[in-house]
């Protein structure tokens, strides 16, 4: 069985910073990267970051883009999501995903992960 964990969530203010972490462990496995999502109740899964193993390429979301560092190690299979300038509206609870299936080139698919952290929850106050 394949376990991802997360860590580093937590209650901050507006303006301030954060910095996730999720760590893939457990029976060998092929992955093609690892990407972050986020969740509010009542909505879907959001994609938020990726990064790709092949090459290093990273992507984001347009509402996270230069606010948010994606970044990870393909041996260890760790990812690491520097958040800045957090707004109110980045409240939710945060997933790490695996991903396991390549489908194309665009890395919000939520099919393309095999496996999720148990997630972590972000509150940005105003």
């Known amino acids: 069985q394949v376990q991802l964990v997360e860590s580093g969530g937590g209650l901050v203010q507006a303006g301030g910073s954060l910095t996730l972490s999720c760590a893939a462990s457990?029976?060998?496995?092929?992955?093609?990267?690892m990407g972050w999502f986020r969740q509010v109740p009542g909505k879907e899964r959001e994609w938020v970051a990726a990064?790709?193993?092949?090459?290093?390429?990273?992507t984001y979301a347009n509402s996270v883009k230069g606010r948010f560092t994606i970044s990870g190690d393909s041996a260890k299979n760790t990812v690491t999501l520097q958040m800045n300038s957090l707004k109110p509206e980045d409240t939710a609870v945060y997933y790490c995903g695996l991903r396991t299936y390549y489908s194309g080139s665009d890395p919000s698919r939520l099919s393309d992960y095999g496996y999720w952290g148990q997630g972590t929850q972000v509150t940005v106050s105003s």
């Open positions: 457990g029976r060998t496995f092929i992955s093609f990267g």
């Open positions: 990064i790709k193993w092949s090459g290093g390429s990273t």
